[in-house]
Nanobody, 124 residues
Framework: QVQLVESGGGLVQPGGSLRLSCAASGFTLDTAIGWFRQAPGKEREGVSCISSIGSIYYADSVKGRFTISRDNAKNTVYLQMNSLKPEDTAVYYC???????????????????WGQGTQVTVSS
């Protein structure tokens, strides 16, 4: 059974940092994992994706601030978020379509498996 569990969200001041974790089970990390977010009243959007061979993609809005990484031994993908801004406030999700590439990562509707999400709030 494919399962994704996010953790690490919370309340942080602007300029602060958080590290999100996405623990995967029911499949090996020989697949692409994407991070997505959804702010109130907005559509879900792609934040970052890491492929099975380590190719990495970022949304323009987070480039230079967010870093995606994976630990295959722990079956976990991380999203290190630095220099957080109020506009980063959203529920963050990880997802997979069990494919190796990130070719679909800009279209969240194509992903079949999702975690429950973790809230990130950036506010003073």
């Amino acid at each position: 059974q494919v399962q994704l569990v996010e953790s690490g969200g919370g309340l942080v001041q602007p300029g602060g940092s958080l590290r999100l974790s996405c623990a995967a089970s029911g499949f090996t990390l020989d697949t692409a994992i994407g991070w997505f977010r959804q702010a109130p009243g907005k559509e879900r959007e792609g934040v970052s994706c890491i492929s099975s061979i380590g190719s990495i993609y970022y949304a323009d809005s987070v480039k230079g601030r967010f870093t995606i990484s994976r630990d295959n031994a722990k079956n976990t993908v991380y999203l290190q978020m630095n220099s957080l801004k109020p506009e980063d406030t959203a529920v963050y999700y990880c997802a997979t379509d069990l494919l190796r590439s990130c070719s679909k990562w800009l279209n969240p509707s194509l992903y079949a498996y999702w975690g429950q999400g973790t809230q990130v709030t950036v506010s003073s």
